[in-house]
């Protein structure tokens, strides 16, 4: 019997998919800036996938924590 709702963490992964498939559309910087979007919604995505219900709760929660780090000047990979 297969499951009949989707999972947080393909939820995920279609969002990013999409938000991916926006990024590479646009000119030039504003593309490169949306590709860096989408990477930081997908680095922690895996710990949302306990914790939250909502594949948009957790990929946007993954880009705060992200956005916050550069804010304060910490270290983040691209």
Do not use: C, Q
Request: hydrophobic residues 40%; proline residues 3%; charged residues 30%.
């Amino acid at each position: 019997m297969g499951r009949s709702f989707e999972s947080v963490r393909m939820g995920v992964k279609d969002i990013t998919g999409r938000w991916e498939r926006v990024a590479r559309s646009l000119p030039g910087a504003e593309g490169e800036t949306a590709l860096i979007i989408v990477e930081m919604t997908r680095r922690h995505a895996s710990e949302g996938f306990y914790a939250f219900d909502d594949p948009l709760e957790a990929a946007l929660f993954s880009v705060f924590i992200e956005i916050l780090k550069v804010r304060e000047g910490r270290h983040v990979d691209h």
